[in-house]
């Protein structure tokens, strides 16, 4: 429990002090879709074919910060520190190095409690590996997405 708790503070911490480029609707909007897009996979993977679990298998109080306070906090710095207009190969190298830092933080919580609160079933590194970029996709298509409807929503005001 040690782990969570000091990864969720430095996590928060570091959005306070990101550079923000989301307004507060758009982090609002990744905050809410993250939690839900984690739990719907959890529900799968964890839930249903237990490949992995925090905690304790099954649903249990103690892994609510890892679905509120601490994947969608690091999808906020993410979005905000992403170099959209950037060049292709930049954008490449980004998540390259944002997949190398998160399977870091993968290894950290597998330490024996109190530091680490994430178990494996039939899930191993390698698929972390793989999937990631798949996941920071998707999260980058939502933002834009909603980029796109706060636009045309502006627009439709003038």
């Known amino acids: 429990m040690v782990g969570i708790i000091?990864?969720?503070?430095?996590i928060n911490g570091i959005l306070?002090?990101?550079r923000k480029r989301l307004s507060k609707s758009e982090m609002l909007q990744v905050w809410l879709f993250?939690?839900?897009?984690?739990?719907?996979f959890d529900l799968f993977v964890s839930l249903k074919y237990q490949g992995y679990?925090?905690?304790?298998?099954?649903?249990?109080?103690?892994?609510?910060?890892?679905y509120l306070c601490l994947v969608?906090?690091?999808?906020?710095?993410?979005l905000n520190v992403?170099?959209?207009?950037?060049?292709f190969t930049k954008q490449i190298l980004f998540f390259l190095a944002w997949n190398v830092v998160i399977v870091i933080y993968e290894v950290l919580t597998l330490l024996p409690e109190p530091w680490g609160y994430f178990h494996y079933g039939?899930?191993?590194?390698?698929?972390?590996?793989?999937?990631n970029p798949f996941l920071?996709?998707?999260?980058?298509?939502?933002?834009?997405?909603i980029c796109r409807l706060e636009q045309e929503a502006l627009s439709k005001q003038v």
């Open 136 to 145: 920071l996709l998707i999260l980058l298509g939502y933002y834009k997405l």
């Open 6 to 10: 000091v990864a969720v503070i430095i």
């Open 34 to 40: 993250s939690s839900m897009f984690q739990l719907v």
């Open 53 to 66: 679990w925090y905690f304790n298998k099954g649903v249990d109080w103690e892994s609510l910060p890892v």
């Open 72 to 78: 969608p906090p690091v999808n906020v710095i993410f």
């Open 82 to 87: 992403y170099p959209l207009k950037s060049s």
């Open 122 to 131: 039939w899930w191993r590194l390698y698929h972390s590996v793989m999937i």
């Open 16 to 18: 306070l002090k990101v």
